[in-house]
């Protein structure tokens, strides 16, 4: 069992950075990044603390039965969120993408929407864009993308997506997982 990699999976479920896990938590950033990468164990009571946090229990979390595997998603299995003050919304496009390498998203930005502000991470994202133009600023660079065109970036610097166009723009997102 890769206790780390489920660690991670949860964190990334809750939205929440390394930092902020430590900080709820009263453990280092560091910690939690060797916890994720399995080259530290937690004691048990540091494993229950972060089980709470996380919003789940230790028996879900130990939890290794036989899963079906899925393979067609419908749009009844997406899970959406929309932050009307940030102008975007984003689908989920699979339940399980916190448990894969993977994880594609639809993303809607309305006008003058921006996506969230990422910090540096070792993921690859790619992004195809629907509809629309959007602006990715990747460091102190910025790219512009306009519908048809694709991005593909590793995200080892600070990034965003803002919407570029007077009307809504439309993207698909993969983004590996396994280094967010």
């Known amino acids: 069992m890769q206790i780390g990699m489920k660690i991670k999976r949860l964190r990334l479920k809750n939205g929440l950075t ?14 939690i990044s060797q916890l994720e990468r399995d080259m530290n164990s937690p004691s048990i009571e540091t494993l229950f603390s972060l ?20 393979v067609v998603y419908t749009p009844s299995d997406h899970t959406i969120h929309t932050d009307t003050e940030s102008g975007y919304e984003i689908d989920w496009l699979i339940t399980t993408s916190n448990e894969k390498e993977m994880e594609p998203v639809y993303l809607t930005l309305e006008e003058n929407g921006q996506f969230k502000h990422f910090e540096p991470s070792l993921a690859e994202t790619f992004i195809y864009v629907l509809e629309g133009r959007v ?19 590793e995200a080892s610097d600070h990034h965003q997506l803002i919407n570029a ?3 809504k723009s439309e993207m698909i997102i993969v983004a590996t997982q396994s280094y967010l």
């Open 18 to 31: 390394q930092e902020e896990l430590g900080e709820r938590t009263d453990l280092s950033k560091g910690f």
């Open 135 to 153: 602006r990715l600023v990747l460091g102190d660079n910025e790219y512009l993308a306009s519908a048809g065109d694709s991005l593909y970036y």
């Open 51 to 70: 089980l709470e946090v996380l919003g789940t229990t230790p028996k879900e979390f130990f939890d290794d039965s036989d899963k079906e595997v899925k």
């Open 165 to 167: 166009h007077s009307g």
